[in-house]
């Protein structure tokens, strides 16, 4: 993909003004019913986005043309919805007047929210516009919601795009695969309530509307006499098309959907092995993030999520599994249990496979020592093969609606929960993760559709719950708390304690070292893309001379990201107070996060300005001193509320803090030296900075 770029990046320099003519189209096109199904404008305004990080479009402009051209196809499809109006009448036998009174009622009452709310979502972006229309919502409000999600859905693509344009090539490995699940985990806690909200009260609804006008619309298309004519011209084909989509029987739609998706999330599971075996980019990416959680690790946390990995544990699994077996034959749900007991073979079978085929290793940080292979994990599969099957049965039997969102949401959240656990405990990488989450979802909808085929009829009928029942239910329940409380008080895992890094005593130059062994001379993006090239390399007796040689020249160490610390800084930027111990955005170098961090105030005396300073301990040691690499950079502004933007001149801050630590006397020597090559480029952030590729080599006394 990249050479791709590379090769096609100049000729698109030339596109000029038809650049943003075609992005214009783009959108329009994603946005008219029926065609924009097979145009990808979503991914093409993201390229936009990346094209315009690259300099050759103009972000601004872009937003522009892209909410005009998306605007413009929601107004096409609209009119034609408003067209579609006069097939609707008592006379026909599908599209009946009724239906259309109650699209209008409901749009009505809830179409602000479909017109804002289906601009995100690709299926329905131009298919709810055109039923708008049909609805006949009120031109004046369609405008405006209209024109509202627009303008956002088209910033959020772009930047999407802008922001990501140095890190193409993992968006191109990750955005089909690991991308959206990450993603999802990132959003769905700060959305959950919000979607839930809208399933419980609205849902029914919607589907059922959606359900109405897509039945009415297919009925109207088969009782065409052209259409009939093909059907008795092609009886076989049609005969399989209308078997494949019949609602009534499981073998029909059912079976379909369940296929289909069966089908593509098992293309998913293969890539992800893939990328696993094959690609660098994802390779470079678990490290970092296993590194990455590492860094944010506290005991407290650690306790917790040492709870909520249990809930994937063996022992507990098996535990819950006899314990529901048991609920399921009190209650006459009998056919469940084989069903269920299916479902943890078929997990741990696969999983055991899985981790003799691909062979990987657990990653390097743990927090305890676990005895298998990395990929996939366990504890991710059965998450949602196992507590997916319970949750499928209570769905299944329940009749409140809300009730079966409440479920869904909760088990969800269970299920996001075990993984994460996994990966901030250290014991897996991220794509150990999702393959997981893959392989498990495959399990679960092969048993769940075993089942609906097989079911016994008899099974379905009512069952008279009895005081008994449910005082046995509700012992049955507290045992099963008792013994997950009890097993996880007395859980010790095999806790890791960090090994001590192989040190490397050198009796020579230390910049021809780095260049003889190849050690890594920059630093690096979360998926192993260098950034700017190490300004110090520092030799001092130990942690402690290297931190009080810093503190006596004014420089304060970073707070490590909390919840506390970022809420302070949050106060200190509105209030334009210092915050002389901020914490820093984590970076990288050798795969590692930094090990210090210092900061200064500059003459601002605002938290927005800062001198800074990451600190990397090597394994090295020269003249029995240690030896630490650093990079270092002023703060300008805050970004994203998260990060800072940077003043491109990283040459001077580096004369900074040199003559900083001069001042102060704590260096006994230092040189300068030509140690890369110059750089013109951009961090992690798309800030661009430029360096003449020297460093300082600094011993402290």
């Excluded at 007796?541 to 304060?556: I, R």
């Amino acid at each position: 993909m990249m050479n791709f770029l590379t090769n096609i990046l100049p000729s698109l320099s030339h596109l000029g003004v038809w650049g943003y003519w075609l992005v214009l189209l783009a959108a329009l096109l994603e946005s008219l019913v029926l065609v924009g199904v097979v145009v990808p404008g979503a991914v093409l305004v993201v390229f936009a986005g990346f094209l315009s990080s690259q300099g050759y479009l103009d972000i601004g402009d872009l937003i522009w043309f892209a909410a005009i051209g998306a605007i413009l196809g929601d107004s096409i499809s609209y009119y034609l919805g408003t067209k579609g109006t006069r097939f609707f009448h008592n006379e026909n036998k599908w599209l009946k007047a009724d239906h259309l009174e109650g699209g209008k009622r409901f749009f009505h009452k809830h179409g602000s929210k479909s017109i804002f709310l289906a601009r995100f979502v690709g299926p329905l972006r131009a298919i709810v516009p055109f039923v708008a229309g049909i609805s006949g919502m009120k031109k004046r409000q369609f405008l405006f919601w209209n024109i509202i999600s627009a303008f956002l859905w088209s910033a959020s693509h772009l930047l999407l795009g802008y922001f990501f344009g140095n890190a193409f090539t993992a968006i191109e490995v990750w955005s089909t695969r690991v991308g959206y699940a990450i993603g999802a985990i990132l959003v769905f806690f700060a959305l959950i309530y919000v979607i839930r909200f809208i399933t419980v009260k609205h849902g029914r609804q919607i589907a059922e509307f959606i359900r109405s006008v897509l039945s009415s619309i297919g009925n109207a298309i088969s009782s065409n006499p052209d259409v009939q004519k093909l059907v008795k011209r092609y009886p076989i084909f049609f005969g399989f098309i209308k078997t494949r989509t019949n609602r009534t029987s499981f073998s029909g739609l059912p079976l379909t959907l369940i296929v289909v998706g069966f089908v593509y999330v098992l293309s998913l599971f293969f890539g992800i092995i893939q990328d696993v075996l094959t690609s660098d980019v994802i390779v470079a990416a678990d490290l970092r993030i296993a590194n990455l959680l590492a860094y944010f690790r506290s005991p407290e946390l650690t306790k917790v999520f040492l709870w909520i990995t249990l809930f994937g544990k063996l022992q507990i699994v098996i535990g819950l599994a006899i314990i529901v077996s048991a609920i399921l034959w009190i209650w006459k749900k009998r056919n469940y249990i084989m069903y269920l007991w299916l479902v943890l073979v078929a997990e741990g079978i696969f999983s055991y496979l899985g981790k003799l085929l691909i062979h990987r290793d657990r990653p390097s940080n743990p927090v305890y020592l676990e005895h298998t292979f990395s990929f996939p994990s366990g504890h991710a599969m059965v998450a949602v093969a196992f507590y997916g099957f319970l949750a499928y049965i209570l769905i299944r039997h329940i009749k409140n609606w809300k009730t079966k969102v409440n479920i869904f949401f909760i088990t969800l959240v269970i299920i996001l929960a075990i993984g994460f656990s996994r990966l901030y405990l250290g014991v897996h990488y991220v794509s150990d993760v999702w393959g997981g989450y893959l392989l498990g979802f495959l399990i679960l909808t092969t048993v769940t559709a075993l089942y609906e085929w097989r079911k016994n009829k008899a099974e379905q009928e009512h069952v008279v719950i009895s005081k008994n029942i449910k005082l046995a239910t509700f012992g049955l329940i507290s045992a099963g708390a008792i013994f997950y409380v009890g097993f996880a008080l007395q859980y010790r895992p095999p806790i890791v304690v960090p090994a001590q890094a192989v040190i490397q005593s050198i009796d020579r130059d230390i910049s021809t070292y780095f260049s003889e062994h190849k050690i890594l001379k920059y630093s690096e993006t979360l998926i192993g893309n260098p950034q700017e090239p190490l300004g110090f390399i520092f030799l001092a007796k130990d942690d402690a001379t290297l931190t009080q040689s810093f503190e006596k020249a004014g420089w304060s160490s970073a707070d490590r990201v909390s919840i506390k610390s970022v809420a302070k800084i949050a106060e200190a930027a509105v209030l334009r107070r210092q915050y002389f111990n901020a914490p820093m955005t984590p970076s990288f170098w050798n795969a590692a996060v930094n090990d210090f961090g210092f900061e200064k105030p500059t003459q601002a005396n605002s938290v927005d300005e800062r001198h800074h300073i990451r600190i990397w301990k090597t394994n090295i040691t020269q003249d029995g001193l240690s030896v630490y690499v650093g990079t270092a950079s002023l703060d300008t502004a805050i970004k994203w509320l998260i990060t800072h933007r940077i003043n491109p001149d990283i040459d001077t801050e580096k004369s900074f803090v040199k003559d900083s630590l001069q001042s102060a006397s704590v260096i006994e020597n230092s040189q300068e030296i030509q140690f890369v090559d110059p750089v013109l480029g951009t961090n992690f952030s798309n800030d661009a900075f430029f360096t003449n590729g020297k460093l300082y080599i600094v011993k402290f006394k």
